[in-house]
């Protein structure tokens, strides 16, 4: 089990030092970012970070298992810097600098202190590499799933956003898609829309593509099968909101829409829905002033 | 329950599925069915499958199947009742059941049928349930 504790008995004697030292070859690096945060700020993390290091190390903790209870003072302490500092702009590989950062100082201590004890300087300065890679890349796992998170998060609010059913006559559904269809949105647009047709009895179902950026093959296959479905429950569709370049596209690709009534404009589509229900809309002779 | 009840009521058939169907009774109700609409000169066929929670490949392609055997015999059949989840797995299971009719509920099942008789038979009467003429415009 490697331990630094020589160095943690070095870090205690000078740690006014180190820190200092520390501090200052953080402003003076090119990856300092003063526009980001002050100089008081970072003495502080400095330091902080500094106290719970000596700790954990004076506590004989082991220098390559950082996931250990020896080292959750530190873990805590790195995620929260990794956090804010993430908020505040700055890049991974800034953060993670500023745990690599500390070597410098901490083996020019050493390295005078040790300077007759050759093996001892090679095995603790080896020890304190291990342990500050590894610190230094927990900083970045950690923005890492605070990305991944916020990255799931607007997926979910995205699914739920994109699959609105909204009722245009009576027995008239629309379904207005935005974004792409890929087969778990296809899922959810197509549950949606059952129950919606369920709910409301509806025998007429506009889909309407305006929002659909591009029209391949496997979008196709996905609104015929809604198409399909909706059929099945004894609910026809209609597809609108074709773009000019859609058609082409849909053309190109030698896309078979079948026997599915499409439409220029949702408008198109709902005089047909209401042709189809026996509906008609007439103007009326006096027109309000 | 060893046979599924066909009821029949005038011109048309009604089957109402309550339990839920194995490949046998599938095959019982399809014989079954195909001997009722000779004999009772049956011209419609109303299928309700709301009460079933599964349908395999099996049993949508027995439906199917009565479609077309119906229609060999001059018979229309409307598919009414089918459940969301249902619909969506045949789509997956690629069964989207080209040849049949479906409809929500019995009640437009039932629209659907008189529509269609009273057309073929040129009634006009029949056709007045809906004033629209559903097939004359794309």
């Not at chain 1, 923005?143 to 991944?148: A, I, L, P, S, W």
């Not at chain 1, 269809?181 to 709910?199: K, P, Y």
């Not at chain 2, 066909?6 to 089957?15: A, D, F």
């Amino acid at each position: 089990m490697p331990v630094a504790s020589k160095s943690a008995d070095l870090i205690q004697k000078y740690e006014a030092e180190i820190l200092q030292d520390w501090v200052q070859a953080q402003m003076a690096a090119v990856t300092s970012r003063p526009d980001l945060m002050q100089k008081a700020e970072l003495q502080e993390q400095s330091r902080v970070l500094l106290q719970s290091l000596t700790q954990a190390l004076r506590s004989k903790a082991d220098v390559a298992d950082i996931k250990g209870p020896a080292w959750q003072e530190v873990r805590d302490f790195l995620g929260s810097i990794s956090e804010s500092r993430a908020r505040q702009g700055f890049s991974p590989s800034e953060t993670a600098t500023f745990v690599f950062s500390l070597k410098e100082p901490v083996f020019g201590r050493l390295q005078r202190e040790l300077a007759k004890d050759g093996p001892a300087l090679a095995a603790e300065m080896w020890a304190l590499t291990v342990l500050l890679d590894k610190l230094g890349l927990y900083t970045t796992e950690v923005f890492q799933k605070g990305r991944e998170e916020v990255i799931a998060r607007q997926q979910r609010n995205m699914l739920e956003l994109s699959t609105p059913v909204v009722e245009l006559w009576e027995g008239i559904l629309a379904l207005p898609l935005i974004g792409t269809l890929d087969s778990e949105r296809t899922q959810l647009v197509m549950e949606a829309l059952l129950t919606r047709i369920v709910e409301t009895g509806a025998s007429i179902a506009i889909i309407d593509i305006t929002g659909v950026p591009t029209v391949d093959t496997l979008v196709a296959q996905h609104l015929l099968k809604t198409v399909a479905a909706a059929r099945l429950m004894g609910a026809d569709c209609l597809i609108s909101g074709i773009r000019p370049q859609i058609a082409q596209t849909i053309v190109h690709l030698g896309v078979e829409l079948g026997d599915v009534t499409s439409k220029a404009t949702l408008a198109g589509a709902l005089a047909v829905a209401l042709q189809r229900s026996g509906l008609a809309i007439t103007r009326s002779p006096q027109r309000p002033a | 329950m060893d046979r599924i009840p066909i009821l029949k009521m005038g011109e048309y058939l009604l089957v109402t599925v309550q339990v839920d169907m194995h490949d046998r009774l599938a095959m019982t109700l399809q014989e079954d069915l195909a001997d009722r609409i000779v004999k009772a000169r049956a011209r419609a066929v109303l299928i309700d499958i709301s009460a079933l929670e599964v349908v395999d490949s099996f049993i949508g392609r027995m439906l199917g199947t009565i479609a077309a055997i119906a229609r060999v015999l001059d018979a229309e059949t409307v598919v009414v009742g089918m459940r969301p989840a249902v619909a969506i797995t045949l789509v997956e299971l690629g069964l989207a059941l080209p040849g049949v009719r479906t409809a929500l509920n019995v009640e437009k099942g039932m629209e659907i049928l008189r529509r269609s008789l009273g057309k073929s038979e040129g009634n006009g009467a029949e056709a007045s349930v809906q004033p629209a003429d559903v097939d004359a415009q794309g």
